[in-house]
């Protein structure tokens, strides 16, 4: 078990918006936050909404995995798939979501250009994420992944509206 | 479609750099000056003056129970050093707000060049093949061209990313030139030294080890560049549409693992960059 520095992913909304960096993640009860993070390139953004509890969370994971750098990933779980997403889940719960009643969505995992394999950054991130559902039972509700395009990925508290922003436009990711 | 020519006229539209990093850039890299001289153009700027004396009395070069003036403090940084400091002074107070023409909202431009430079340092102490003040340097003032962009395009944006093509092709089909290439230019028009302004422009296409031009600080500081897309650090528009150079690949990201630490290492240091700086604007109340 971690002893994750839960505090810092609980943020206050400045003028109803809460800004996710990358390596951060943010849940909150708030019925009328929009949970933001911006350029999102190999990294992978994920967002958490229970309509039932009125939760949202959201985190911007940097690398797949946590096994080779535990002092980082100590220090800020939210910087790895592995670590973070299991946190941003539980944090939601805490805050009285359930996994029944969760829409989970997720995008990013851009790669950089004809890139032939080598680094596969954005895959990896992928795949962890893939794995992670996998095993967990979790339905992801809808994902914009891959490519090679930045990405803003925000949720909207009050009615659950995802939205991704990408080559200048914007598009609801979910409901679809 | 514009030519060079009409880019290079937005060059007085940007923010110069003051006349006292100008010259102190300019002595420093043509080696020619007194210490008596630097001193004086030095304590001309405000900032710069705090900023050598902050570091040269900052435990990684102070001594316990001392406190050293300005041109000691000189004295104990030395050229390379004091380049560095310089140049990250002044641009960033630049970065902060620019890149709106390429879809970057307000720091993310800092972040990028500084995420950059950090890492460029990093790769050359790793590698121990070239001068990581000047890595740092280069990598930090790589995309200076998008500041001339960004004045050219007077409020419009730049191209939209064609996920098949390179964007260097993509701007120079827009505008007659890339960023990269201008960011050469303005480096030239600020009388930055020859080899910093190469940096700039190869940083996307750094020349392979066959090629009369290569030189190791391109290799590092295109290396760096990507470590940055990656991270999501300074991507705006123009996405992570660029190509890796092969043989950067093979000498500084030779495995993924190496590329993810590199990764990891960007958002630490500039997580302290940020956390200091947050601390150093909160210190007087």
Request: glycine share 10%; charged share 20%; proline share 4%.
């Amino acid at each position: 078990m971690l002893t994750m520095p839960t505090q810092t992913y609980k943020k206050k909304a400045v003028d109803g918006k809460i800004v996710v960096g990358v390596a951060d993640m943010a849940v909150t009860s708030d019925p009328d936050a929009l949970l933001i993070t911006y350029a999102l390139g190999s990294c992978i953004g994920v967002t958490i909404f229970d309509p039932v509890a009125c939760v949202g969370g959201m985190l911007h994971f940097m690398l797949p995995n946590s096994k080779g750098s535990p002092d980082k990933a100590k220090a800020n779980p939210a910087m790895f798939g592995d670590t973070g997403v299991p946190l941003l889940f539980r944090m939601c719960y805490d805050l009285g979501a359930t996994k029944e009643n969760m829409v989970v969505c997720a995008a990013g995992g851009a790669e950089i250009l004809a890139d032939d394999g080598h680094f596969k950054i954005g895959s990896r991130n992928r795949t962890i994420l893939r794995k992670l559902f996998w095993k967990n039972s979790i339905l992801v509700a809808a994902e914009d992944t891959g490519g090679v395009g930045s990405r803003t990925l925000q949720l909207n508290v009050p009615d659950g509206h995802v939205e991704i922003r990408s080559k200048g436009n914007g598009k609801l990711l979910w409901p679809e | 479609m514009a030519g060079i020519n009409n880019i290079i006229s937005t060059f007085d539209r940007l923010p110069a750099l003051p006349g006292a990093v100008n010259r102190v850039v300019s002595m420093l890299s043509s080696g020619e000056y007194d210490m008596g001289e630097l001193e004086s153009v030095i304590s001309t700027d405000e900032a710069l003056t705090s900023a050598v004396l902050r570091i040269g009395n900052s435990a990684a070069y102070g001594t316990p129970g001392k406190t050293f003036a300005l041109k000691q403090s000189l004295v104990r940084l030395g050229s390379a050093t004091l380049m560095k400091l310089v140049l990250e002074q002044e641009m960033t107070q630049v970065f902060e707000v620019a890149g709106a023409g390429y879809g970057l909202r307000r720091h993310a431009m800092w972040r990028g060049s500084v995420g950059g430079a950090v890492v460029a340092e990093k790769i050359a102490s790793d590698s121990k093949f070239t001068d990581p003040n000047l890595c740092f340097v280069c990598a930090l003032l790589r995309d200076i061209g998008k500041l001339a962009i960004d004045a050219y395009l007077c409020g419009d944006n730049a191209p939209q990313a064609d996920p098949d093509e390179d964007y260097l092709n993509q701007e120079r089909s827009a505008f007659g030139f890339d960023h990269a290439e201008v960011g050469r230019l303005l480096a030239q028009n600020w009388n930055l030294p020859d080899r910093i302004a190469d940096a700039i422009g190869f940083h996307h296409t750094p020349p392979a080890p066959d090629d009369q031009t290569h030189d190791v600080l391109f290799d590092i500081v295109h290396a760096a560049d990507v470590v940055c897309l990656w991270s999501g650090m300074g991507i705006g528009c123009d996405g992570l549409n660029y190509r890796v150079a092969e043989h950067v690949k093979q000498a500084y990201l030779p495995h993924r693992k190496v590329a993810e630490e590199y990764m990891a290492f960007a958002w630490t240091r500039i997580s302290e960059i940020e956390d200091d700086s947050q601390q150093t604007r909160g210190a007087i109340a």
